[in-house]
């Protein structure tokens, strides 16, 4: 989600929230002799609005599954979970006193901070990569077509190819039959060299073929070496030598996506478990603070 | 000449004789000397212009046999070298005028003059190839016309002209341009041409061909072939040449029908036409005469969504229209109510079907045991061009159809039986090829058509370019704007694919809205209501600058849903949520034409031009007033629309519904049957659920032109100003 002006109005009242939270936290600090603790009616209310907030960002996961029930806009939802999510970390760290605690406040102190970080920095994808996906891959497609495309991008290019190298011959004994037509037709010789580097450096490079060197993956060793091609080719060939490069484009284009997409949506990876991880232990953790 | 006359000659030292008149040609055949020929043939009147035949009669110059009369004591040289030498150069010349090999020399070898070139050694012509060509026209659905390929020897115009006495080929231009013409000049499909195949049978070139297509055979179980006799003796091909209808004879089948069984079926593909020797059968429609409804619980919190199968009765749509006939690929309408009908003996149904490979608009049984015969386009095509069978379809349509086609209209519903009956011959049936204007914008309006067969494209041109107003389908009808102003056409109707359209003649028009004053009060409210919403597009259209923003159509959508590409993050939850909302079809897909940073995406937009409503077979999909699109009850799902829509915007729906078993009449099992649905913005709530379930406020429905309008603002204060 960009992160825009619509979200001034969760800004400020998360402000409000955390200036009230900080002023209760400094005067309760002050005025207990002991110093803040998690088990102190404050510190216990502290405690409670921080695990309220991170379930309710928890919930997004639930609220995702059922995205047609009129429960509120898919966007509010997650507008509640950047804020509150974010705003969780305070709070705890007010219930807590800013203390570690034992073992299990340990872990669970870390796993807060471990979600919330990765929670930015998968706010700060969401924030960033749409406009450099919209920018630098116009060719997008959908993601799970894309290995569909890249196929039809081979069969594509093989007809470039066979209709500059293979057929040429054939239409060329077609043609010494009726004769009179002088079309500039490239002699095969002249065209050697666009088959030579389609098989050993395009084709590959568009199935991925790993074990030759993927020159085409750069964008300026590409555009040098189909400039250099031309230089070589027949000026009938050019026409098919662009189309390939076009091919060679979308292809750099869609293996982007793919990284972008990967990078896009991993870190749910990592955010995803560990927030679940989070709520089931602080649950632990209450139950033992207050049964103990 | 006098009869009995005999004149004595010699041929190549051989002494004959033969009766005065005769040409030296015919002199020199009977008595069994070949001389070549090209441009003469047997059956037609000699004209002497190819020259192919020269003989040497010992005049200064050699002379064409076919034409030149035998003479007393004449000294005939056909084969001496210096003869051979003068044809040699004769044929080596037509050949430049040739394209070698043509499509006959290709199709069966049998050029008659590339056969003179092989006998002769000249495979290529010394002189140079005609620099201007001629071209080719592919209108004819029987006969290719090749005007490369021919060599202007007139044996097609003599055979139209002389031997069938049609009238329709000639000559036009001048020098290298010449070339043998149809009609003034027209398309040979937009010409009167009957299709007799005489032309064709004619031609000793490849310039004119049966067309491949032609070679096609109809593969049906249990069809027979028909014998040539036969064909001959069916009143629809006389006139037709013999050699041209064996060439179309496995494009026409005979099939017999037990009572009961399955002619044809809706929403199927297919390539024929059926033609009803005896027996009848029983036309209807089996799909579901229902739409596709949305439904959900609003008020409850937790309400679900569903899709369901609603008849009209239970929930009618704004906009469903209030006709009473759904009109189908016969010669017959169907009731709403109870769509089901009659053929007999005589009828000929499937012609959409067959002219332009729509789908099958509804189901045929036998009724009795019956006799069809299936034909391809080119028989179909042949049969109608025939003198005989287009009076015999013009007096079924006179005396059966017209009133149930007049009435389907809802407009003429009230039109008296008296006034119909004095109609009945004073309309007009005419028919149109693809392409073919019908009337023009500007042309002093002189008629108003209503359609029968085919898509009429209406389209404006205007300074911004030519915008399609609409496409009209059987039960349409155009032309009265013009008329009840006493004006001008005010827009140009052409025939989309083969178009039939039945034409009254503004004296009756004016007649029939000085009895019928309501009718003519609903054509003005109708002409003004499309008077008014072309106004509005153009108002539209005009106040645009932004090119791509009017080549993308975006202009002609009242709303569209936008993905803001800078902060979608491809999660596809809308895509998700679209399904949910609809039983797990998807009416929303992720691709489509980009605006600004903008993804377009599915959902109808309201196109300038409304390609998904060309085809349908039943006439279902079409524009509400809102310009949205409706999909009438009778859909009968052959998913053709969806097809047609460049931007996915209609998708087929599955259902399960209790129908009739195919073959077994009375008994019905559990099926799966499928109604086209385009985008309804889940109209049961506020919002539609694709934007709702967008966690990225990247999803947004949009009024495009106030969406917009800062964008169409800048770009303008750019333009320059003129
Ligand atoms: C998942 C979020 C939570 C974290 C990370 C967390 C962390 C901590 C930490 C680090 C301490 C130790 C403070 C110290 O040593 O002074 C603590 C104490 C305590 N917490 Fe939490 N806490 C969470 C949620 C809760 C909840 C939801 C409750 C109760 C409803 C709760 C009740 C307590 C109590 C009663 C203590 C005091 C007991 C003690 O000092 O051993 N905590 N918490
Ligand atoms: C502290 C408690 C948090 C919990 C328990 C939590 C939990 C979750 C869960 C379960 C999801 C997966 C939702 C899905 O099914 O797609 C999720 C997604 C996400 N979370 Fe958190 N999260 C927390 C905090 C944060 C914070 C602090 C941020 C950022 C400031 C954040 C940003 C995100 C983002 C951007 C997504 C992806 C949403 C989407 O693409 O639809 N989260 N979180
Ligand atoms: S509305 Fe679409 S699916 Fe239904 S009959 Fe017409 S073309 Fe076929
Ligand atoms: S739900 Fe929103 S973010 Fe996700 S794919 Fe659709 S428009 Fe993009
Ligand atoms: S055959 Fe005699 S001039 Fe053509």
Request: proline letters at 4%.
């Amino acid at each position: 989600m960009r992160i825009d002006a619509t979200h001034r109005k969760w800004l400020i009242a998360s402000l409000i929230i955390l200036g009230v939270s900080t002023f209760v936290y400094i005067a309760y600090a002050a005025s207990s002799p002991a110093g803040p603790s998690g088990g102190s009616a404050t510190g216990l209310t502290f405690g409670i609005v921080g695990f309220a907030f991170m379930i309710f960002a928890g919930l997004l996961a639930g609220r995702k599954k059922v995205a047609i029930w009129r429960l509120g806009r898919a966007q509010t939802w997650l507008r509640g979970h950047l804020w509150l999510g974010l705003l969780s970390l305070p709070m705890i760290f007010f219930h807590a006193g800013f203390q570690f605690g034992g073992v299990l406040t340990r872990v669970l102190m870390i796993l807060l901070i471990t979600v919330v970080a990765s929670g930015l920095f998968g706010a700060a994808l969401q924030h960033y990569m749409p406009r450099m996906m919209t920018s630098e891959v116009p060719m997008e497609t959908i993601f799970e077509q894309i290995d569909h495309v890249r196929d039809q991008l081979v069969t594509e290019a093989d007809a470039l190819v066979d209709g500059v190298c293979g057929a040429t011959q054939t239409e060329q004994v077609a043609l010494s039959g009726g004769g009179a037509i002088a079309l500039a037709t490239p002699a095969p010789a002249a065209v050697l060299p666009l088959r030579d580097f389609y098989t050993r450096q395009l084709r590959p490079f568009l199935l991925h073929d790993h074990r030759r060197h993927q020159t085409l993956a750069a964008r300026a060793d590409s555009a040098r070496l189909f400039e250099g091609l031309r230089t070589v080719l027949p000026s009938d060939a050019h026409d098919a030598t662009r189309k390939l490069e076009e091919i060679c484009e979308e292809e750099r284009q869609l293996r982007r996506q793919v990284r972008m997409h990967h990078w896009q949506h991993g870190w749910l990876l990592l955010h995803v478990p560990l927030s679940l991880a989070l709520l089931l232990l602080g649950c632990v953790h209450a139950i033992m603070a207050l049964r103990y | 000449m006098s009869a009995g006359l005999m004149i004595d000659l010699t041929v190549d030292g051989k002494k004959v004789s033969v009766p005065a008149g005769t040409s030296v040609f015919d002199a020199a055949r009977l008595n069994n000397i070949e001389i070549p020929t090209l441009c003469h043939q047997q059956n037609e009147k000699p004209i002497g212009v190819c020259r192919v035949c020269v003989v040497d009669v010992g005049a200064r110059v050699f002379t064409a046999s076919c034409v030149r009369p035998a003479e007393q004591g004449m000294v005939v040289s056909t084969n001496s070298e210096k003869v051979k030498q003068a044809r040699r150069t004769l044929v080596e010349l037509l050949m430049t005028d040739h394209v070698s090999p043509c499509a006959r020399e290709r199709q069966s070898g049998d050029c008659e003059l590339e056969a003179l070139a092989k006998q002769d050694n000249l495979a290529r012509s010394r002189f140079a190839p005609q620099a201007t060509r001629r071209g080719v026209d592919d209108s004819s659905m029987s006969i290719g016309v090749d005007f490369d390929a021919c060599i202007l020897c007139d044996r097609c115009i003599r055979g139209c002209d002389e031997i069938r006495e049609n009238f329709v080929l000639g000559r036009m231009g001048k020098g290298e341009t010449t070339r043998i013409a149809f009609d003034n000049n027209l398309p040979m499909g937009e010409s009167s041409c009957v299709s007799c195949g005489e032309c064709m049978v004619s031609c000793p070139t490849g310039a004119l061909t049966n067309k491949v297509i032609n070679q096609t055979a109809i593969a049906a179980p249990g069809s027979e072939p028909v014998s040539l006799q036969e064909l001959n003796e069916l009143p629809f091909f006389e006139g037709v040449s013999g050699t041209f209808l064996s060439l179309n004879r496995n494009a026409v089948v005979r099939r017999r029908f037990k009572r009961g069984d399955v002619i044809c079926r809706e929403g199927e593909y297919g390539s024929t036409a059926f033609y009803i020797l005896d027996g009848e059968a029983r036309v209807s429609i089996a799909s579901p005469i229902a739409h596709v409804k949305t439904k959900g619980a609003v008020k409850r919190f937790l309400g679900k969504l569903s899709s369901r199968l609603t008849q009209r009765q239970n929930d009618v749509r704004d906009d469903e229209t209030g006709q009473h006939w759904i009109h189908i690929d016969a010669p017959m309408d169907l009731s709403y109510e109870n769509p089901v009908a009659t053929l007999k003996a005589g009828d000929l149904f499937g012609e959409m079907t067959c002219m332009s490979l729509y789908p099958r608009s509804a189901t045929v049984r036998a009724e009795s045991d019956c006799t069809v015969l299936e034909l391809l386009r080119n028989v179909l095509d042949i049969m109608q061009r025939n003198k005989n069978f287009r009076a015999q379809l013009d007096r079924s349509y006179r005396q059966r159809a017209l009133d149930s086609h007049l009435r389907a209209v809802p407009i003429f519903a009230g039109l008296t039986d008296e006034f119909i009956e004095g109609l009945r011959e004073k309309v007009e049936l005419l028919r149109f090829s693809p392409g073919q204007v019908i009337c023009r914008q500007g042309d002093h309006a002189d008629s108003f058509f209503l359609v029968r067969i085919g898509f009429v494209k209406v389209s404006q041109t205007h300074l911004g370019g030519d915008m399609v107003l609409a496409y009209l389908s059987r039960g349409d009808y155009f032309g009265e704007t013009g008329l009840l102003k006493g004006d001008v056409r005010t827009a140009t109707c052409s025939a989309l694919d083969h178009v039939e359209v039945v034409r009254i003649s503004a004296a009756d028009f004016a007649e029939m809205n000085r009895q019928f004053p309501e009718v003519r009060h609903q054509l003005e409210l109708v002409d003004r209501e499309r008077t008014q919403m072309n106004r509005e597009r153009l108002t539209a259209l005009s106040s645009t600058p932004l090119d791509s923003f009017l080549k993308q159509g975006l202009m002609e959508a009242q709303s569209l849903l936008l993905l803001d590409l800078d902060s979608c993050t491809r999660c596809d939850a809308c895509v998700r949520a679209c399904a949910d909302a609809h039983d797990g079809v998807t009416r929303l897909v992720r691709e489509g034409l980009r605006f600004d940073h903008y993804l377009v995406a599915t959902s109808c937009r309201q196109c300038l031009d409304p390609l998904c409503m060309v085809g349908c077979p039943v006439g279902s999909i079409r524009r509400r007033n809102s310009l949205e699109v409706i999909i009438e009850d009778w859909c009968i799902g052959c998913g053709l629309c969806a097809d047609n829509c460049p931007y996915g915007n209609i998708n087929m729906h599955p259902f399960d519904v209790f129908a009739d078993v195919p073959g077994s009449p009375g008994q019905k099992k559990a099926m799966v049957k499928q109604k086209a649905t385009s985008c309804d913005l889940c109209s049961e709530f506020a919002e539609p659920s694709c934007v709702y379930a967008c966690p990225h406020d990247a999803a947004h429905r949009v009024n495009p032109r106030q969406f917009f309008a800062g964008l169409l603002q800048q770009s303008s204060d750019k333009s320059p100003k003129d």
